[in-house]
Every structure is written in structure tokens, then in C-alpha cells.
């Protein structure tokens, strides 16, 4: 794979699925057989030898996920205390947010997750460059809430390729549109869901289901999945 010069490696929109595809080849190839949800934990921990672990991360929760790239100290939050920490971390460690861990964030959990593996599997020479520089405080690389949409800096472009690569991993391309496509049939107007007949629903909300049943078949957010159905340009009602 091509570098630029600040060593991030150049991966452009069109490229992400395919991208995406050697990524679970590599780790998990049943997700490229059938939809079903990727055990985004245990490829981290049992594969990639990444350790997780579950932290208040700052006081504002910005800051949702972190991967370190060099032993060094890290600061948190302790929210006992109310003020910052500072604690010693071995490389290979991803931090999530512990906050953001209720029930019905486990699709931002999730996600948090394999963004912060995208970036253990993408972007490690970067990190070592930059470790070499300045060996007073470890490497990371923050996920942070807000996002930045125009990338422009070698930083804005790592966290733009994570987050177009970690929604592909998760739902991947050609079992994301043949699970679209059984909805829509399975949703055809006319049909009866729990009674009621799809005739008697606004087109908008029949489009609400299928995206509810999205997310909950690769374990995503609902944003998640309306995300990628766009993104992909599946109209799931004609």
C-alpha cells in the first residue's frame, strides 16, 4: 500500500470495501459469507493482540475510544476524584470509554472498537515516527466525538479512513445489500408485520424498520446503518 509522506498510507473513497474485505479475510472471512455481526472484541484481543480496556476517558466524553502506539503515560479522567489522572499504558492497548457502554450504545461501542483496530492496523509507522521524535509520553491516536468531514491534515485523514473502514468491516458491502434486500421483500406493502398491514404505514416509517433491522443484524447503531445505506445508495423503498 502507498504512504503519503507523513506515512499515512493513501486509501481513497472508492477503495474502502475492497480495503474493508482484506481486512476480513485477514480476520474474520464468515462475515463475508452471511450477515451476521463481527466479533469486533474478539478479533482485537485474540488476534491482534490488542488489549482492551475500559476507562473514564476525559471529563466532557469527547474523546470515545483511544489506541496507544508506544508505552508511555496516559491522562485520564477519574471521576471519583474529579480531576485528571496519569496512568502507564503498554503499547497495544485500546481504550474505550467506559460511559458509553449502556445498553443501548452497543453499536457505538462496537464501532468505537474497530475504529481504534483500523487505526492498529493502518497507521502504526506513523505512530512509531512520531514516537522516535518525543519518548516522554506514549503514542495515541483519540477518537473523538466531533467529526471533520474535509480532511486535511495527516491526522484528519487517519481518523476520516477509520471511520469510512471500520463502517465497512462492520457491514460489509455484498451481505449489507443482500440483507437490504431480503427486508425489502420481507417489508414488500401489503405484507402483515405484527398484525398490521405495511399499507397502513407511512412509507418512512416502513423505511425506520428496515433500518432498525439493519442495525440489529451487524450490531450497529441505527445512524450507523442509515449511514451506510446512503453511502452505498440502496434505495430499500422503490
Same mark, same amino acid.
Given at each position: 500500500?502507498?504512504?503519503?509522506?507523513?506515512?499515512?498510507?493513501?486509501?481513497?473513497?472508492?477503495?474502502?470495501?475492497?480495503?474493508?474485505?482484506?481486512?476480513?479475510?485477514? +480476520? +474474520?472471512?464468515?462475515?463475508?459469507?452471511?450477515?451476521?455481526?463481527?466479533?469486533?472484541?474478539?478479533?482485537?484481543?485474540?488476534?491482534?493482540?490488542?488489549?482492551?480496556?475500559? /476507562?473514564?476517558?476525559?471529563?466532557?466524553?469527547?474523546?470515545?475510544?483511544?489506541?496507544?502506539?508506544?508505552?508511555?503515560?496516559?491522562?485520564?479522567?477519574?471521576?471519583?476524584?474529579?480531576?485528571?489522572?496519569?496512568?502507564n499504558y503498554k503499547?497495544?492497548?485500546?481504550?474505550?470509554?467506559?460511559?458509553?457502554?449502556?445498553?443501548?450504545?452497543?453499536?457505538?461501542?462496537?464501532?468505537?472498537?474497530?475504529? %481504534?483496530?483500523?487505526?492498529?492496523?493502518?497507521?502504526?509507522?506513523?505512530?512509531?515516527?512520531?514516537?522516535?521524535?518525543?519518548?516522554?509520553?506514549?503514542?495515541?491516536?483519540?477518537?473523538?466525538?466531533?467529526?471533520?468531514?474535509?480532511?486535511?491534515?495527516?491526522?484528519?485523514?487517519?481518523?476520516?479512513?477509520?471511520?469510512?473502514?471500520?463502517?465497512?468491516?462492520?457491514?460489509?458491502?455484498?451481505?449489507?445489500?443482500?440483507?437490504?434486500?431480503?427486508?425489502?421483500?420481507?417489508?414488500? /406493502?401489503?405484507?402483515?408485520?405484527?398484525?398490521? %398491514?405495511?399499507?397502513?404505514?407511512?412509507?418512512?416509517?416502513?423505511?425506520?424498520?428496515?433500518?432498525?433491522?439493519?442495525?440489529?443484524?451487524?450490531?450497529?447503531?441505527?445512524?450507523?446503518?442509515?449511514?451506510?445505506?446512503?453511502?452505498?445508495?440502496i434505495c430499500i423503498?422503490?
Amino acid at each position: 500500500m502507498k504512504l503519503s509522506k507523513d506515512l499515512v498510507p493513501i486509501i481513497r473513497k472508492k477503495d474502502m470495501d475492497s480495503e474493508a474485505t482484506k481486512f476480513l479475510m485477514k +480476520y +474474520y472471512p464468515e462475515a463475508l459469507e452471511k450477515p451476521i455481526p463481527v466479533p469486533v472484541e474478539d478479533i482485537a484481543e485474540l488476534q491482534m493482540n490488542i488489549e482492551i480496556d475500559y /476507562v473514564n476517558i476525559d471529563k466532557s466524553l469527547e474523546t470515545l475510544g483511544m489506541m496507544i502506539f508506544s508505552d508511555g503515560v496516559v491522562e485520564l479522567y477519574d471521576k471519583v476524584i474529579d480531576k485528571p489522572i496519569k496512568r502507564n499504558y503498554k503499547k497495544g492497548t485500546l481504550l474505550v470509554e467506559r460511559d458509553i457502554l449502556e445498553a443501548d450504545n452497543m453499536g457505538r461501542e462496537r464501532f468505537t472498537i474497530m475504529h %481504534e483496530m483500523i487505526h492498529w492496523d493502518k497507521h502504526q509507522l506513523r505512530f512509531m515516527a512520531l514516537s522516535y521524535k518525543d519518548k516522554t509520553l506514549a503514542k495515541v491516536c483519540r477518537y473523538q466525538e466531533e467529526k471533520v468531514y474535509i480532511p486535511k491534515t495527516p491526522e484528519e485523514w487517519m481518523e476520516w479512513q477509520a471511520d469510512n473502514l471500520a463502517a465497512a468491516v462492520l457491514m460489509p458491502i455484498k451481505m449489507f445489500k443482500k440483507r437490504a434486500e431480503e427486508l425489502k421483500q420481507e417489508y414488500e /406493502v401489503g405484507d402483515i408485520i405484527d398484525d398490521y %398491514e405495511c399499507r397502513n404505514y407511512h412509507p418512512n416509517i416502513v423505511r425506520k424498520m428496515i433500518i432498525g433491522e439493519l442495525a440489529n443484524t451487524f450490531r450497529v447503531s441505527k445512524q450507523a446503518a442509515d449511514i451506510r445505506l446512503n453511502a452505498l445508495e440502496i434505495c430499500i423503498l422503490e
